[in-house]
C-alpha cells in the first residue's frame, strides 16, 4: 500500500527526545526478549481547573514523530557512552540503528471534544516501540490538546468576536509558541501573530504596530502616518503609548482608511466606549477596535457583559501558557499485551491511580437534536455499538491510513463540535460535569483482573 | 577580530519566528529610512507568585539565534505573498535577503540572581534588526529565567538532596522540556531524565523504570530481576505498581547491590519511612529513595520537615511547567534613539506600563560579609560606580565577545549568587523584598523627560 501523504509537520527530534527509562527500559526488554506487541492507551485522570471539556489536538505531530522516529549513528554512540548502559549488549543499538516505528495507531481526529478517562490515542507496537513514543506523544498530544481546550473557553467568551494569538513572547520558548498557535486555531482563534507559525500551518497572520514604533518618531502624529503610508490597507494604529484618548482623536485623520485601532493598557471597557464614541463621531463606524492586555475568557466575557464595543480580541500569555491550568496531566498507560497464546490484559492498582484494562473504544451518544448526551467507554472487542466511535485507525503498519485533514477541516471538526455540546457543558464559569461512563462489560472484567491481581 | 565560538546551540528557527508587527515595523522603518541605532532592554516589571528573586537563564541560545539569524529565499517569499505586504517595495525584501544581526548585545551572565525593574538585556542596533528580534529573545530568556528560577527554590527547599528534572510529558511541547531541563540544571538540578537535553547540553541523564515494566511481567519480582541483571550498577525499582511495601521487600533481595527504590504514589512521607525500615533492617542502609509524584518546593519541604528519609527527588510537572507561576512577564523596551547628531532618550508613558528611559547598568553592592546588600539600576553613562556592574558586554557588531560558559560553570556562577543572597530573600514563603533602587541621576532625567513629554 502506498501511503497518502508523507508531508506531516516534521518532528525536530529523533529517538533521543525521550525519558531516559524509556531507554534503559528498551534495552531491558530486548535483553529479555520481549517483542510481544502492547498496546498503552493515552488518557488524561481529571480535568484541569476551570475545564468541562478537553479538545483533542496534537495528532498530526505525534504522526509525524512516529513516522520519522529513527537514531542516528551519534545519538547511538551518545548512549554508548552513559554509564547506565554500560552492560547493555552490542545487539541492543545495532537494534536501535535500525529503529522504525512499525505499530498502530488509533486515535480521536483533532478537534474532537473529550473528557476523562476516555483514551485520545491507543498505540499498539512491539513493546520496545511502544515504549520508547510515550514522552514524545504525550509531551505533544498534552500541550496542544491544553491549548485547544483553552482557546476554545476564550473564543466561547467572545462571542462571535475573533480572537488572534498573540502569546508568543510568553510562551514556553519558541516551539511552544509556534504550536500553541497552532492549537489555538484548533479551539477556535482566527489566526496568530507568529509569523513561523502561519508559514509553517498555513495560518491566518495578524499585527498592529507596537510602541516602539511610536517612540521611534518624535511626534506620534507622524508615527501614525508614517505607518500608515506604508500599510494604507492593513494598519492598526496602538494608541497607549502616551494618551489614549488623544491617540484615537488623532486616529481620526485617516478617516475611513483606517482599519482599526488597539487598546492595550488601563480600563479597556471604559477607554472602549470613549474610543468608539471618537470613531463614530468622525464617521469611522468601520474601524474596528482590537484590546489585548493579559485577556482571558473571564475577562472578555466581563468585558462583553459591561457592554464594551471591542470587535477583536488579542489573547497572549493566558490562551498561550494556558496560565489558568499550565499542565495538562495525560498519561500513557500499558493495557495488553499479546502473547503467542493468549492476550493478556493489564492494570495499574496503585492508589489513586489505578488504571482500565484492556484496549477500548469510546461511543458517544446524541440526543434528539443531534446534541451530545452522554459517552460510554468500552472494551475494544465488545460487538455491542455504543453509539457513535470515537477512536479511529489512522496508522498501520507505521504508515498513515489516510491524508490528514487540513487545519482548517480541523477547525471545522472542532466547531461541529463544540455546537454539539450542549451550553450546560461548556458555560465558562459552573459548567456541569459531562456524563461519561464505562460499559458493563468492561467494568465486569476490571474487576475480575482486580481480584486476580490482588490475589497473586 | 576572529569569533571565539561559533559553538552556540544553534537556533532551531529563522527570520520569521517572529511577531508579525515586528516584521511591519521593520518594513515601515525600512521604507522611512529609518536604520538608526537604537537600544532596547528586557527586564520584568514584577515578580511572579511566590517569587521573591530570578536567575537569569537563556542568554547561550539568545545568542544563537542572533547569530545565525538570516531570512531564506522560501521564508521571504512567503511574506510577500501576505496580503500585508502588498505596498511594500521591492527593495525590504532584498535587504531582509541580506539581513544579518550587527549589533551590540549586553547582558547579565547565566545564573546571576536579578530582581524586577533590572535589565537582564540590552541591545543595540539598526532600528530594525533591534526590532525583529525582540519575541525571540523575550520568549528564550522569559522561559529559560522562569524555569531556572522555580528549580532554584525546589534546590532551596530540598536541602542538600539531589533535585532531578522529570517533567519532559507535561512540558510544552518536546523543545520546552528540552530547554527546562537545561534552566533547571542551571538552577541547581543535578539533571534531567530528558535524553535529548542530556545529548545536546552535556547534562547528567537520570532514570528509573516505569509501571509499565512491572506490568509487563507475569509477576513483579519477575519485573525486577530482570530489570537488576540488565542494569546491575543503576537499578531503582519502581515500588508501587500494586504494593508499595510488599514491593518493597522484594526489593531486599537485591542487598546492597540495589541503587535505589522510587515511591511515586500515596503518601510519601509515611511510606518512605516503612521503606527506609524495610531496606535498613536488610542491611540495605545504602540504597536510596527516590520521591516523585507532583512534587513541588512546599511538598518537598514538607516531607523533610516530617522527616520523610528521601534522598532524592523527581520534579517534574511543577518544576517544568513553573505551575505556580507558568508566565514570566518579561518586556523588551525601546530607551534610546541615536540620531547623528544627538541621543534621544525614550519611554512609554501608559498607566501602569511606563518605562524608564536610557540604556542602563545594574549596580550590585555586597555587605561586610559579602553578601548581597542592594542594587542600584542606574544610566550606563554615568560615571560614579555603584558596586559591581552586572551588566557584560557579550557582543559587538553581531561577533561573540567570549567563549561562551559551559553549563556546568553557569550553574556554579548560579550556586555562588545564590549562596551570597542572604537567607531573608530567598527563603521559599514569605520571602522579604530584596532592595532595588533607581539612582538619583536616573529618576531626575526622567523626570524632566516625563515632563517634555507630557508638554508636547
Not at 472494551?379 to 490528514?404: D, F, I, S, W
Request: one cysteine or more; charged letters at 25%; proline letters at 4%.
Amino acid at each position: 500500500m502506498s501511503e497518502p501523504d508523507n508531508t506531516l509537520t516534521a518532528p525536530r527530534y529523533g529517538g533521543l527526545a525521550t525519558d531516559l527509562y524509556q531507554l534503559t527500559m528498551a534495552a531491558g526488554y530486548h535483553a529479555n526478549g520481549r517483542h510481544e506487541r502492547a498496546s498503552f492507551e493515552m488518557f488524561v485522570r481529571r480535568l484541569p481547573e476551570n475545564r468541562s471539556f478537553l479538545l483533542a489536538a496534537g495528532l498530526e505531530q505525534a504522526l509525524g514523530y512516529l513516522r520519522h522516529l529513527s537514531f542516528n549513528q551519534d545519538e547511538i554512540a551518545y548512549l554508548r557512552s552513559l554509564p547506565v548502559f554500560a552492560h547493555v549488549s552490542r545487539e541492543f543499538f545495532d537494534y536501535l540503528s535500525e529503529f522504525r516505528f512499525t505499530g498502530d495507531v488509533w486515535a480521536m481526529p483533532e478537534g474532537t471534544v473529550a473528557f476523562p478517562g476516555e483514551p485520545l490515542l491507543r498505540v499498539t507496537a512491539p513493546l520496545i516501540e511502544a515504549q520508547i513514543v510515550e514522552t514524545f506523544l504525550l509531551s505533544t498530544i498534552n500541550f496542544q490538546t491544553m491549548i485547544a481546550s483553552k482557546a476554545a473557553r476564550v473564543v466561547e467568551a467572545a462571542n462571535g468576536r475573533g480572537v488572534i494569538e498573540f502569546g508568543a513572547r510568553r510562551a514556553h520558548g519558541m516551539g511552544a509558541g509556534i504550536y500553541a498557535a497552532r492549537a489555538a486555531f484548533i479551539g477556535g482563534c482566527i489566526g496568530t501573530s507568529n509569523v513561523e507559525a502561519g508559514y509553517l500551518f498555513g495560518l491566518p497572520v495578524y499585527g498592529t504596530a507596537g510602541h516602539s514604533w511610536t517612540l521611534a518618531f518624535e511626534k506620534e502624529m507622524d508615527a501614525f502616518r508614517a505607518y500608515h503610508q506604508v500599510f494604507p490597507e492593513s494598519t492598526t494604529l496602538l494608541l497607549d503609548t502616551y494618551d489614549t484618548l488623544q491617540a484615537a482623536r488623532l486616529a481620526t485623520e485617516f478617516g475611513l482608511q483606517l482599519r482599526g485601532v488597539r487598546l492595550d493598557s488601563g480600563d479597556i471597557s471604559a477607554l472602549a466606549k470613549q474610543v468608539r464614541a471618537i470613531l463614530d463621531e468622525a464617521g469611522m463606524t468601520e474601524t474596528r477596535i482590537l484590546a489585548s492586555n493579559d485577556l482571558d475568557e473571564f475577562k472578555i466575557a466581563d468585558l462583553l457583559a459591561a457592554g464594551a464595543p471591542v470587535d477583536l480580541f488579542g489573547v497572549g500569555t493566558e490562551l498561550s501558557t494556558s496560565r489558568d491550568a499550565p499542565a495538562l496531566g495525560g498519561v500513557y498507560k500499558l493495557v495488553e499485551v499479546e502473547f503467542p497464546d493468549r492476550v493478556e490484559p493489564k492494570m495499574k492498582l496503585s492508589r489513586e491511580k489505578a488504571t482500565y484494562p484492556y484496549r477500548k473504544q469510546v461511543w458517544r451518544n446524541r440526543d434528539a437534536e443531534g446534541k451530545f448526551a452522554n459517552d460510554i467507554i468500552a472494551m475494544a472487542a465488545e460487538t455491542e455499538q455504543h453509539g457513535e466511535p470515537l477512536l479511529k485507525a489512522v496508522m498501520r503498519a507505521g504508515q498513515l491510513l489516510e491524508t490528514p485533514p487540513t487545519l482548517r477541516e480541523i477547525q471545522q471538526h472542532a466547531k461541529q463540535q463544540l455546537a454539539a455540546l450542549p451550553t450546560q457543558y461548556k458555560t465558562i464559569r459552573d459548567a456541569k460535569s459531562y456524563p461519561v461512563r464505562f460499559s458493563d462489560h468492561l467494568f465486569e472484567q476490571r474487576m475480575q483482573l482486580m481480584k486476580q491481581l490482588e490475589q497473586s
